[in-house]
């Protein structure tokens, strides 16, 4: 009746994936730093394209840890990265996850000025200087503003994820961080999305 199916327990399902695509990476070699990282965005999205695509500064996964001991917040664009990420794991250390998209007063400024919302919250973040980690998986214009705030010198980010999806200055917005002077972890071209933000959060947040 369920041909092919292989009964696994429930508790041994996130195990036996990683081994899979293990597996189908083969020989491959990571920095063993980022290997983490890279895997639990694979096994997110399924997508082995991200062992090519996912741009990751130096020390950037090691600044982001430190951050995250150090107690700091986690700011995201979208709810649903929000959702993703395992608060438990980040207020173990004192941190939590911000999204400022409901804001009352961002969405006035935000239509006052006819911008985003998620680029207003760039600026609402940036006062809060325990906003050390920036996890961008949707809106490339809250990736445009961040850095344009980093070059005001209104926000000093211990590290970016910038990995938003789609096709309107996408790519361009990625690109600037290659030059922003922050650590900073982005996926070329147009793939991303907020789970794959939240996925490397949380990659973070199981090495430690």
Known sequence: MLDGIEIINPGDIEKKSFEILSGIL????????HEPVVKRVIHTTADF???DILNISESA???GIEAIKAGCNVVTDTKM?????NKKSLGRFGGQVFCYMDDAEVAARAKERNVTRASVCMEKASVDPNNKIYAI???PTALIRLYELIKEGAASPALVVGVPVGFVNVVESKELFKKAGVPYIISDGRKGGSNVAAAIINAMLYMI
């Open 26 to 33: 083969g020989n491959r070699v990571f920095n063993p730093m």
């Open 61 to 63: 996964v090691e600044k």
């Open 49 to 51: 394209e991200y062992a």
């Open 81 to 85: 990265a929000a959702s993703g990420i």
């Open 137 to 139: 998986g949707n809106a």
